[in-house]
């Protein structure tokens, strides 16, 4: 039995003058483009199983573009495992649920739709044998934990895998840090700092650079450690460039496996809500007004969404949870790890610690973007003193549970029967 790869790229930078996301306090248009944002698609199939995998420079998808997505996928191709994954720039067009950073552009969202799908059925019409193997390195100083202000915990793993075929080199290269090093004074187009490392890339070790984000809900970059939002374009440059002489050292050293096994599983899982008391409820709505008033322009949408959590619980319609999916490929002896939202970097780091493969690599951003999903430890600075993320988000609040939850479910996937190879 072998692996057969297929490739593509797409350019789906939006035109300048497009709103940009992810920040608040920007609410003037793009006005150019620096660096373009790239989907790369690779399709993967082992005779038995077939997944197609897009990496695109976006800051995530919202349920129904990710769902006309797939739809697209599975009339062309006939490919039914999709999985796409989002490098959460904040310099990009609006491409998910967030309210008020940016406003959606529906055409632009249409074209993207058609992109993505074309680019996976142009992949799956270029395949070829390729041997895969994964290795590790350290990227050190890029991040901290923005949520306890210090350098721990922090994730400095790049995770590689290598796959090469007689015309394809791909590099797919897993990191975790938010992909903020531009600011809200940024006005032009670009892919961050995991654009540099797809272009530095390419450069330095050819064939092509997919960049999948960790789980970097509350890593930023290192520059925010000492001011907020002062990252510039050197600084992004730099951050690509450090990233990819490691992957250079790790690229270098690395063996094929000798196994050549595709697997590929998702489970839909319930990701457990907390809901306010009614009077929360009523002082969530009054804080969402001062906030409103505070931040003139986009703050509206906290008093929107306040009165529908007030409503909600009004009338005791208050779901215990929210279904979302997990999904898992295993490679040989690697496993790639795909969860929706920005999850928090402890609960990347205790699934890769208790896999039973020699290599996992855990990827955020996948699919449908939720919001954030904290660790349990995360929990304990009162999960209604932050609630900005959530107003963006439109989403409910999860419960403390949740991350223990995505944790087992990532590992029964993992331990799957079908799935699992001894080391």
């Keep these: 039995m072998s692996i057969r790869a297929g490739l593509a790229s797409s350019d789906i930078t939006p035109p300048a003058g497009i709103y940009l996301t992810g920040f608040g306090l920007r609410t003037q248009p793009s006005t150019g ?85 074309k680019g996976v ?8 044998e390729v041997r895969i193997g994964a290795g590790r390195g350290e990227a050190r100083a890029l991040s901290f934990n923005r949520n306890s202000r210090t350098f721990s915990p922090v994730d400095e793993e790049l995770g590689i895998l290598k796959i090469k075929g007689k015309k394809k080199l791909i590099h797919f290269i897993n ?20 654009g540099e490392v ?26 925010y450690y000492y001011k907020w939002g002062i990252g510039d374009f050197h600084e992004s440059e730099r951050t690509g460039k450090i990233i990819v002489l490691e992957t250079e050292k790790v690229s270098s050293e690395m063996k094929a496996f000798s196994e050549k096994n ?31 008033n505070k931040y003139k322009g986009f703050g509206e949408n906290a008093i929107m969404w306040s009165r529908k959590i007030l409503e909600k619980v009004e009338k005791k319609d208050t779901p215990s949870y929210l279904i979302s999916e997990i999904q898992v490929l295993s490679l040989c002896s690697a496993a790639l790890v795909f969860l929706p ?21 855990v990827c955020g951003y996948a699919n449908n973007v939720l919001g954030y999903i904290a660790s349990s430890d995360d929990f304990s600075m009162k999960w209604l003193q932050n609630k900005s993320p ?34």
């Design 33 to 117: 483009v620096k660096l373009p944002l790239k989907a790369k698609s690779l399709v993967l199939e082992d005779g038995k199983e077939k997944v197609a995998i897009v990496t695109a420079d976006l800051i995530g998808l919202g349920e129904r573009t990710f769902k006309d997505v797939k739809r697209f996928v599975k009339e062309r191709t006939g490919i039914e495992n999709l999985v796409v994954l989002c490098s959460h720039t904040h310099s990009g067009p609006e491409t998910s649920n967030l309210r008020g950073l940016g406003k959606i552009d529906e055409n632009y969202i249409k074209t993207l739709v058609e992109t993505l799908a």
């Design 175 to 194: 990191y975790t840090c938010h992909a903020v090093v531009l600011g809200p004074q940024n006005l032009l187009i670009h892919s961050d700092y995991p």
């Design 341 to 361: 939202g920005e999850v928090y970097v402890q609960i990347g780091m205790e699934i890769k610690k208790k896999s039973p493969f020699p290599y996992t690599f």
């Design 198 to 223: 797809q272009r530095y890339g390419e450069e330095s070790l050819g064939g092509t650079v997919m960049f999948a984000q960790g789980c970097c809900g509350n890593i930023d970059p290192i520059s």
């Design 390 to 423: 959530v107003w963006y988000w439109g989403s409910y609040f999860f419960d403390k549970s949740v991350g223990k939850v995505v944790v087992e479910e990532s590992l029964n996937l993992l331990k799957y029967k079908e799935v699992l190879w001894k080391r």
């Design 121 to 128: 059925s142009l992949a799956a019409r270029d395949m070829e």
């Design 262 to 292: 595709l697997k590929f599983k998702s489970k839909e899982v319930k990701l457990p809500l907390r809901w306010p008391t009614l009077g929360e409820a009523k002082k969530i709505c009054e804080e969402a007004k001062d906030f409103a």
